[in-house]
Each structure stands twice: as C-alpha cells, then as structure tokens.
C-alpha cells in the first residue's frame, strides 16, 4: 500500500474529547472542548492540555493556575460540541447544555456530575508554542464514579463509552482487543 506525504500537521488521531471545567478568582465558572489532552507522567501524575491564548478559559486557567479535566461519554456528545464551539463570554453553557456541578476537594473549578472522571489539576508550567499553549499540571485528585466501577471495584472503560475526537468528528470506542502484556502472554 502505497503513502502520501503532507505537510507536516497534527495526525496524532483520535484524542479523548474532554471537557475542562474553570473558575476565576470572583467565582465565575465555565466549561470548555479540549481535545488536546495527554497524560505526561505517572510519578508525579501530570497532565497537560493546550489551549489558545484567543479562549475565555485560557485566562482563567492563567489567573488560578488550576482546571479540571473531566472525560466524556457518548450520551455527553452534544454537550461537547457545544461548549466547543460557544464561548462562555457570550453564553452559560452549564446552563445551556443541562450540565451539573459538584464541587472539587481542592481546587476553585467544579466536577461535571456526569463525568465518569473528574481530574483536579494545577498548573506548574506554561509554555508558549505558537497557535496554543501548553499547560502542564500536576494531578491534585480524581474522582471517579462508582457507576463505572467493575465488580472488582476497577474503572470499567466499556460502560463509560468514552468519546473521542478526530478529524472534526466524534466517535465512540470499540470493543476491547486485550489487555497490557497479552502479546507475551503464555496461553494455557
């Protein structure tokens, strides 16, 4: 099979489509899309997302230096578009969307109730890239709903139906292909 070359770009695809809940220092709240989203490190656990300077949000997060990463769930698909492509300058998309909060055990931003994860983050360096910046954050709790919690007590992926984001369209995961190390795994 034969590959084109492109123009150097962002291919990296799909992404988890999450959304990120704010707070400035007077209290205003607002969610916004991000699909530019990553684990960075396990041990510290750190995060990043990037963000344009242009946002509602971007001045928030640069005020407290604090956001929450909520992932998403097919059923939150809608409202992800939206606080994707509305700005909380023009309008409440909590409100908008039906979107509930909880509040966070250590930072001003709110939970979205129905996220399956909720992650506090603080940032601890911002660096500037050119269309976005990046924020990278440490983890400072999660929160995780017990509704997506296996027999085991484990997070269970395939009842969150988690959404994902590539190329200007959402999609749903699949179905689970296997586990870390199955590859290698002695079969019985």
Known sequence: MAKQQWKPGNMLYPLPAVLVTVADSRGRENVFTVAWAGTVCTNPPMVSISVRP?????????????????????????????????????????????LRR?????????????????????????????????????????????????????????KASPLVYSHGEYFGLGRRLGSFGYSVKKRK
């Open 102 to 158: 909880d509040k966070a055990a250590a930072v001003r931003a709110p939970l979205l109730s129905d996220a399956p994860v909720s992650i506090e983050c603080r940032v601890s360096e911002v660096k500037h890239l050119g269309s976005h910046d990046l924020f990278l954050a440490k983890v400072i709790a999660v929160h995780a709903d017990e509704a997506y919690m296996d027999e085991r007590g484990r997070f269970d992926l395939k």
């Open 54 to 98: 242009e946002r509602y949000s971007y001045g928030m997060i640069c005020e407290t230096g604090e956001f929450v990463i909520n992932l998403t769930t097919e059923e939150l698909a809608r409202a992800v578009d939206y606080c994707g492509v509305k700005s909380g300058r023009d309008v409440d998309k909590f409100q908008a969307m039906k």
